[in-house]
């Protein structure tokens, strides 16, 4: 199972990050974290890949 994490912040390591292991996305930070499932995660994706969610 291949795992991917980027942080929300590149210049730090302490900023929340992005993490992608299996079918499960993990936003956030110790304490303070969400959990998307495949299909919740796709459909935040669309949201934002069709302009209807976008930088605030």
């Known amino acids: 199972m291949e ?3 980027m942080s929300l912040c590149p210049q730090c390591t302490m900023c929340p990050e992005v993490e ?3 079918d499960e996305v993990r936003i956030g930070e110790t304490g303070n974290l ?3 499932e495949k299909d ?3 459909v935040l994706v669309d ?3 069709s302009g209807r969610l976008g930088r605030l």
């Open 20 to 22: 992608i292991v299996g």
């Open 34 to 36: 969400v959990a998307l």
């Open 47 to 49: 949201l934002i890949a």
């Open 3 to 5: 795992t991917l994490k």
């Open 40 to 42: 919740e995660w796709n």
